[in-house]
């Protein structure tokens, strides 16, 4: 069973998600796999806390303010490697980036490979259920370019830009 809540954002509408005490989804209406973790669960009413918490979390973050991503509880639903590539996202600090290619590096270190396609990494990225939260919008192109973003390049510039990043290149 989960619960949702809409909330309104400067980035359009988002759907929150969550069990009782976790979040599982966080979406940007239009995106692509928009509730891509919802077919087929049953969504209950009501409000647990976690949704709250996550709606003033995101009130302080379009706020301009930084709160503390290990404040909410995550579990985002996904397999092994995507949820290797889920926590390394979590791992970037406000106010920077990395690229793909970096990630794909971090991937194979961690499962004693020598080499990760970048594609792969790219592919869990794009797949991640909790937008924002597990800030997917932190990773660039190699060459530095706003590439792929499930939620569209306008957004992903805005984000970059509310968190401070020069997004000139």
Known sequence: MLYTMEYASPIGKLLLAGSGNSIT???????????????????????????KQTAEWLDRYFAGEKPPQEALSLAPAGGEFRQ????????????????????????????????????????????NPISIL??????????????????GLDRKRYLLALEGVDITV
């Open 25 to 51: 989804g966080l979406w940007i209406e239009g995106q692509k796999y928009f509730g891509s973790t919802l077919k087929g669960v049953q969504i209950c009413t009501g409000q647990p806390p976690i949704l």
């Open 134 to 151: 597990i800030p997917c919008h932190r990773v660039l192109g190699t060459d530095g370019s706003l590439t792929g973003y499930a939620g």
């Open 84 to 127: 290797a590539v889920w926590k390394l996202l979590c791992e970037i600090p406000y106010g920077e980036v990395t690229t793909y290619k970096k990630l794909a590096e971090k991937v194979a270190a961690g499962r004693g490979l020598k080499t990760m396609s970048a594609q792969a990494v790219g592919g869990a990225v794009g797949h």
